[in-house]
């Protein structure tokens, strides 16, 4: 797992998302396997991704959602805006990284 985010990081990384568009949908069938799939080749190839809740509208049930896929896939929830959640993980060849995080 990697360190925690710093508040100043994880808002540097919302800025950085802002233009994103979701690349995973979340549907009635919630945090399946394959879309825990999904997720985890975007994640490897974009370190950044927005994910967006569908059919589930309710707060709780979209921030539980959004601390499983922060669990499984071992990211940091990085930001929740409406039915959109922002991801993070940190590409583990630092050759490969697309992003570098500000450390003040």
């Known amino acids: 797992m ?8 994880k808002k540097y990384l919302r800025g950085q998302a802002h233009h994103l568009k979701p690349v995973v949908m979340i549907g009635q069938k919630g945090v399946s396997q394959s ?13 950044l991704i927005k994910i967006k809740f569908i059919d589930f509208k309710e707060k709780e049930q979209k921030t539980m959602l959004a601390g499983d896929i922060e669990r499984l896939t071992s990211s940091h929830l990085v930001g929740m805006i409406g039915h959109t959640a922002i991801y993070y993980r940190e590409h583990p060849d630092s050759s490969s990284r697309k992003i570098v995080l500000p450390s003040r």
Request: hydrophobic share 40%; glycine share 4%; charged share 30%.
């Open 2 to 9: 990697m360190q925690t985010l710093q508040g100043f990081q």
């Open 35 to 47: 879309v825990l799939r999904e997720i985890e080749e975007v994640l490897s190839e974009h370190e």
